[in-house]
């Protein structure tokens, strides 16, 4: 069972996230997956889902993302990675300034029956904001 949740996560990023396929999430989510976003709070509802990853599409068309390191216990699976995508739609308010950033982050997924009912996403966004100039570099 660890393998095959590892497989539908990673799917995640390369079938959803990667390629912009917003066909797959019904594939892979649960109708009622509950997300945990620091953007959006707390969430319930593929749409809910779907909204986050359109928020980023939009911003960051045609990111890519490298697949570190996978564990996998029990319905549970967590993932390390990095986006590497440049900036030019708008984001948060935020009009595109064409600069390429580099987002490492530890998200974590429950799954059930083949499908993520749970959803944590803990990308590194005060970095990303850093990256795009919306908040002041980090002292040295």
């Known amino acids: ?16 996230q990667d390629t912009g396929n917003l066909a797959a999430i019904d594939e892979l989510f649960a109708p009622d997956v ?5 953007f959006m709070g707390d969430v319930q509802g ?4 779907r ?5 980023f599409q939009n911003a960051f ?4 993302t490298t697949l570190h390191t996978f ?9 390390y990675h990095i986006h590497h995508a440049t900036h030019t739609g708008e984001f948060m308010g935020l009009p595109p ?12 997924y429950r799954l059930r ?14 970095g990303l904001m850093r990256q795009l100039g919306m908040l002041p570099q980090a002292a040295q």
Do not use: C
């Not at 509950?34 to 620091?38: A, E, I, Q, T």
């Not at 300034?97 to 974590?108: C, M, N, S, Y």
């Open 1 to 16: 069972m660890s393998q095959l949740n590892k497989e539908i996560v990673r799917r995640v990023y390369v079938d959803v």
């Open 34 to 38: 509950l997300v945990h976003d620091p």
């Open 46 to 49: 593929v749409a809910a889902y």
């Open 51 to 55: 909204q986050l990853t359109m928020l």
């Open 61 to 64: 068309p045609g990111h890519k």
């Open 71 to 79: 564990v996998a216990e029990g319905d549970f699976v967590a993932i």
């Open 97 to 108: 300034t064409g600069k390429t950033v580099h987002v490492p982050g530890l998200e974590l």
């Open 113 to 126: 029956d083949g499908k993520i009912v749970e959803f944590w996403r803990h990308d590194d966004d005060a």
